[in-house]
């Protein structure tokens, strides 16, 4: 069965370091997202793409955070400077479908960003 | 503005036990979707379900079952003879029809289910 996967699995940084996260979405699927989960926290929303593109963005997601497909396959994650409270998982999702909100959303296993 | 509300934060039962996870929505869009995942201690998201806002039938798959209700708008989850592994945090989630199919969540429901 065909399904998300994300690396590293675990990221350990020294605070002001820029990290890469990165995913391999399902291979036919068109819209990507990335959403963060701080230890013990709520899953919450921070960008979706679309046709090579940010189709939307959460409040958190601000100018440290930047997304890329750079090529076929892959979809990065890139924190340009991290800080403390940037500690969270972080997973990847991807859908088949084209509109509306009813596709199920298929989760890498996340990747868990420790900044020291 | 969408809302997910998961009022109970954490719950324990004894194994055999059923159990209701609640899940109360808030929406402006006539036709949204609504999630359950299962986060299970090793971290990563399962899903369960999906429902749109349009077939309010409720759903059982083995001892899972969903009670999907627009006039109160909520959409809970019962574990029927609970198990040890049940044990997680469980996830509710809503994506409306106008918002590019991003996902809110709620805050999550620790089920603790003892031997």
């Known amino acids: 069965e065909p399904e998300v996967t994300q690396t590293p699995s675990h990221q350990v940084t020294q605070m002001g370091q820029e990290v890469i996260l990165r995913c391999v979405p399902i291979?036919?699927?068109?819209?990507f997202y990335w959403y963060r989960q701080i230890l013990g926290q709520k899953v919450e929303f921070l960008v979706s793409f679309y046709n090579n593109e940010i189709s939307e963005k959460s409040e958190i997601f601000d100018d440290q955070f930047s997304v890329e497909r750079p090529d076929g396959s892959n979809f990065t994650l890139k924190i340009r400077s991290t800080k403390l409270e940037d500690s969270a998982m972080y997973f990847c999702?991807?859908?088949?479908?084209?509109?509306?909100?009813?596709?199920?959303?298929?989760f890498g296993p996340g990747t868990r960003l420790t900044v020291l | 503005a969408q809302k997910v509300t998961q009022a109970q934060t954490e719950i324990s039962v004894v194994e055999k036990e059923d159990v209701t996870l609640d899940c109360v929505y808030e929406t402006r869009d006539t036709t949204y979707y609504l999630f359950w995942y299962k986060q299970p201690p090793s971290g990563e998201l399962v899903f369960l379900i999906r429902r749109n806002s349009f077939d309010e039938q409720n759903e059982i798959s083995g001892r899972y079952s969903w009670n999907f209700q627009k006039s109160t708008s909520s959409f809970n989850f019962t574990i029927t003879a609970s198990q040890v592994v049940d044990s997680a945090v469980y996830f509710c989630a809503l994506s409306e029809q106008n918002a590019g199919n991003m996902l809110t969540f709620g805050g999550g429901t620790r089920l603790m289910v003892k031997p």
């Open positions: 291979s036919n699927h068109l819209y």
């Open positions: 999702a991807s859908i088949l479908g084209t509109s509306g909100g009813q596709n199920e959303q298929f």
